[in-house]
């Protein structure tokens, strides 16, 4: 790329590190300022905006993630740490999880599509695992719910909920504004409110072996 005067960096620059990383930005007199694209030597790709020599702003990032590879985020960006909202997608583009980041690392609630079109909602691990207490677990039918304590992904215990309203009822047209019930924010994020129900049973994960199939 060009540099200015003094030899620093300016413009519009492209740069190949001796370990394979790639880096494509704008800079100012030295700075990476403005737009830029970072690919990484395993395949890794960051596309977004640098302010004052950090990451700042949207970001996209492609990477492989959980054993899973091409798994997409946008996620928001501050002072070079991803700090506030994000959503991901998985390799068959579907969506996958949605949350926020607090100073680099996954805080609070999340959603998370799992297999079978089910959903849960609650706090996750650094493996996007469930994990902490009165994580909610979404059966497909999206009417059945499943609250209990999770550690690293597996159910300790739980009991069976309902939605504190109908779910047809959640979303109410009014004119040109839509009014949203049963339903409030967590940190921003929409958090369904459920009630018990009869059912008093507590549920356990039963672990599969060799002599008995997991119910």
Not at 114 to 130: M, R, S, T, W
Not at 140 to 148: K, M, Q, S, W
């Amino acid at each position: 790329g060009d540099v200015d005067d003094h030899g620093n960096l300016h413009g519009e620059v492209e740069i190949f590190y001796d370990n394979g990383d790639y880096v494509w930005a704008d800079y100012i007199q030295g700075v990476k300022e403005g737009s830029a694209s970072l690919v990484f030597k395993n395949g890794d790709h960051i596309l977004g905006s640098f302010r004052n020599g950090q990451v700042d702003g949207l970001v996209e990032e492609t990477m492989d993630y959980c054993d899973y590879h091409n798994v997409k985020r946008e996620v928001m960006y501050r002072h070079g740490v991803r700090h506030g909202f994000y959503r991901e997608f998985g390799p068959d583009n579907k969506f996958w999880a949605l949350g926020k980041y607090k100073d680099g690392v996954k805080w609070g609630k999340h959603w998370k599509r799992v297999d079978g079109n089910a959903f849960l909602y609650g706090e996750l691990d650094e493996d996007n695992k469930p994990h902490g207490e009165e994580v909610l677990y979404l059966y497909p039918d999206l009417c059945t719910i499943l609250r209990g304590s999770y550690i690293h992904g597996k159910l300790i215990m739980g009991t069976f909920y309902q939605f504190a309203c109908p779910l047809n009822d959640i979303l109410l047209l009014q004119g040109d504004s839509v009014r949203l019930s049963g339903i409030t924010l967590d940190n921003g994020i929409i958090q369904p409110l459920v009630l018990p129900t009869f059912d008093k049973y507590v549920y356990t994960h039963d672990n599969p072996t060799r002599f008995c199939i997991s119910k």
